[in-house]
């Protein structure tokens, strides 16, 4: 079993319509998500982080997250062409050695048509 | 403030040869932690440096080392390069702390052949 899982995808949604992507995670000590987007050819950056159960809302992004189903999702409203790309999902925990250790899940392919 | 920066973009070697890659923080940034992307594995955590101690390292053999200097840059060296180790390899900066936010530099491309 992967430690972070998500749906490759691709997932293709029309222009204007709620994207959602989902992802769970293997090791209830996790303690930070995060929600990146990557663009073909270019590095991953951040679209949103989320620390306690519930809701947190950013603009037309929210991610939810539930510790107890090791769950975390993020939807994104109103999708438009320009939301086409991969989205990681990123779960951080503390180290056995100190620190912390980020892992990524595989990413989700969003396709947005105009 | 200046973003992550890392040199070189792109990078071709032959199997056997070693590897150094390079990488700078944002200012104030005292942890710097590398990974390897491909299209198979996805981003894979190598390792993870703060204040020049390595305070994890991923599943990774040991011809993948790191290091990092006094003010924060941080290097990566790869030897006896196998075809395998063609990747993008990014570097990401972060404060330190667990809910600190990681900000990626543009990778450098490393193809073997």
């Known amino acids: 079993q992967k430690e972070v899982e998500q749906n490759s995808g691709p997932l293709s949604v029309p222009e204007g319509a709620i994207a959602s992507l989902n992802c769970t995670y293997s090791?209830?000590?996790?303690?930070?998500f995060f929600w990146y987007r990557q663009y073909s050819g270019k590095s991953p950056e951040l679209i949103m982080s989320?620390?306690?159960?519930g809701d947190k809302e950013d603009g037309r992004f929210t991610a939810q997250l539930n510790k107890a189903s090791q769950y975390v999702s993020l939807l994104i409203r109103d999708s438009q062409p320009s939301d086409s790309a991969t989205y990681l999902c990123?779960?951080?925990?503390?180290?056995?050695?100190?620190?912390?250790?980020?892992?990524f899940g595989a990413g989700t392919r969003l396709f947005v048509k105009a | 403030k200046a973003g992550v920066t890392q040199t070189p973009r792109y990078l071709i070697k032959t199997r056997g040869q070693q590897v150094t890659l390079s990488c700078s923080p944002i200012?104030?940034?005292?942890?710097v932690s590398w990974y390897q992307q491909t299209p198979g594995q996805g981003l894979q955590f190598l390792f993870e440096?703060?204040?020049?101690?390595?305070?994890n390292k991923g599943n990774f053999p040991g011809r993948f080392s790191g290091r990092q200097f006094s003010n924060s840059r941080s290097e990566m060296n790869v030897s006896t390069l196998e075809l395998g180790d063609s990747a993008l390899y990014l570097c990401?900066?972060?404060?330190?702390?667990?809910?600190?936010?990681?900000?990626f530099g543009p990778g450098t491309r490393l193809t073997v052949l």
């Open positions: 990401a900066s972060s404060e330190g702390q667990l809910t600190d936010t990681q900000y």
């Open positions: 090791d209830r000590g996790s303690q930070s």
């Open positions: 989320i620390y306690s159960n």
């Open positions: 990123a779960v951080s925990g503390s180290a056995n050695t100190g620190g912390f250790k980020t892992i």
């Open positions: 200012s104030g940034h005292r942890s």
């Open positions: 440096y703060f204040s020049e101690t390595q305070r």
